[in-house]
């Protein structure tokens, strides 16, 4: 939807999120990305949601502004069509596993210079998924308020590899501007993850304490941060990051002398240490629960937002949909009734903005097979009579 990736093609032979993501982003920017999927969709293409003629909104989402190639992967010719594809083109997201017909060694012979972006479970190749990732690294014992682990809804990791998938695909064509070389680049869900946990300053905690960090239910950890429920009974989340907003929050609630009373009795100053705000909890959550709890959601809404205090009221997703902040007057969404799914919803485009720029429409996603013709002509330069015999054969699909 912004130009910025113009004239870059890539060839894209997924499933579910991770991988496809890549390919989304990729797209956003301008890139024309080429989907190649089994004959009548894989194993994503029916994924939920879907509406009532079990068409996947999933999917109708995730594969925005992309062309579909629909060939027979089960046939040999199907995958001998697939590897030319790739071998046409240079660059290839997928996350299918390492070896078999697509190994990079097997795309690059002919093609040196070829590019695969391929994501995986684990490094050693054995499959993975986000929630079971999640649990290895060990983010749902620090979930919820415990004993029970709580997965996560989002599937971060899968968002994560997609992104880092995208990334990754930029540096490697990079590289080879400068050098002329290709490679693949491989990016595991389990080394994002634990990559990202150590990041984070998580694997050095545990290790540096000898101990698993303590569940906190909605608190923040080393922050003042924490839900809390308003008199009209409208739960919100505030979360204090600078001292300015830690003076700006006690004054808006009038609790000066209570804080101020409790760094005596403690011998300790919140002012301009967040540790300390985090460590005495115990004391000042019950303050702020009784200041808040005595005023109404909009009134403290008020007085949060003219002291330049973090909060945000818990809603649902259908309130978030309906919010005209977050979609309704949102330049990123457009209102789109050319989904392959006949349901017309607002659409997201590119998620960054580019001020010189103007940031095009959100595309539909296309329909299984819809591109195979054309893509077939113009990438392998096969003739109309080969194509042709191809489809009847059931080797090429084409949109119904």
């Not at 009548?40 to 109708?60: H, I, K, Q």
């Not at 089960?74 to 995958?79: K, V």
């Not at 479970?121 to 415990?146: E, F, H, I, R, S």
């Not at 309704?328 to 789109?336: R, Y």
Request: hydrophobic fraction near 45%; glycine fraction near 12%.
């Amino acid at each position: 939807m912004y130009p910025l990736l113009q004239g870059l093609s890539v060839i894209e032979a997924s499933s579910f999120v991770a991988s496809p993501t890549a390919g989304l982003y990729c797209a956003q920017f301008g890139a024309e990305v080429i989907r190649v999927d089994q004959v009548g969709g894989g194993p994503d293409f029916r994924r939920w949601p879907v509406t009532e003629a079990n068409d996947s909104l999933y999917w109708e989402n995730l594969n925005r502004g992309k062309k579909s190639v629909a060939l027979d992967l089960g046939s040999p010719q199907g995958r001998e069509l697939l590897q030319e594809l790739v071998r046409a083109t240079g660059q290839f997201i997928t996350n299918f596993p390492v070896g078999g017909f697509l190994a990079h060694e097997k795309l690059a012979e002919g093609r040196a210079d070829l590019i695969t972006v391929r994501v995986m479970g684990w490094a050693d190749g054995a499959p993975a998924l986000d929630y079971t990732v999640n649990n290895a690294v060990g983010y749902p014992m620090m979930t919820g308020p415990g004993p029970e682990p709580v997965n996560h809804v989002l599937p971060a990791w899968d968002l994560l590899s997609g992104a880092y998938a995208a990334f990754a695909l930029l540096a490697a064509i990079q590289r080879r501007s400068v050098s002329g070389e290709g490679g693949e680049v491989r990016i595991p869900l389990s080394d994002v993850a634990i990559g990202t946990v150590a990041n984070l300053g998580g694997i050095a905690e545990v290790l540096y304490s000898g101990e698993n960090r303590p569940r906190l239910g909605n608190a923040v950890y080393g922050l003042f941060g924490r839900d809390f429920l308003t008199a009209d009974g409208q739960r919100t989340m505030i979360v204090v990051v600078t001292h300015r907003q830690w003076a700006n929050l006690i004054a808006a609630l009038g609790l000066e002398q209570q804080v101020a009373a409790i760094e005596t009795e403690r011998g300790v100053s919140f002012a301009k240490d967040d540790g300390l705000r985090y460590a005495h909890r115990d004391a000042l959550y019950p303050l702020f629960e009784a200041a808040i709890g005595a005023r109404a959601h909009a009134d403290l809404a008020a007085a949060l937002d003219a002291g330049g205090i973090v909060h945000s009221a818990y809603r649902t997703m259908l309130d978030a949909a309906r919010d005209p902040r977050l979609v309704g007057d949102n330049p990123m969404f457009s209102a789109f009734d050319a989904n392959p799914s006949g349901f017309a919803y607002p659409a997201a485009g590119a998620f960054g903005t580019v001020p010189q720029l103007e940031r095009g429409a959100p595309q539909p996603a296309p329909r299984n097979g819809q591109h195979s013709e054309e893509v077939l002509a113009e990438r392998l330069k096969l003739s109309s009579g080969e194509i042709a015999r191809l489809i009847d054969s059931g080797i090429v699909g084409t949109q119904p």
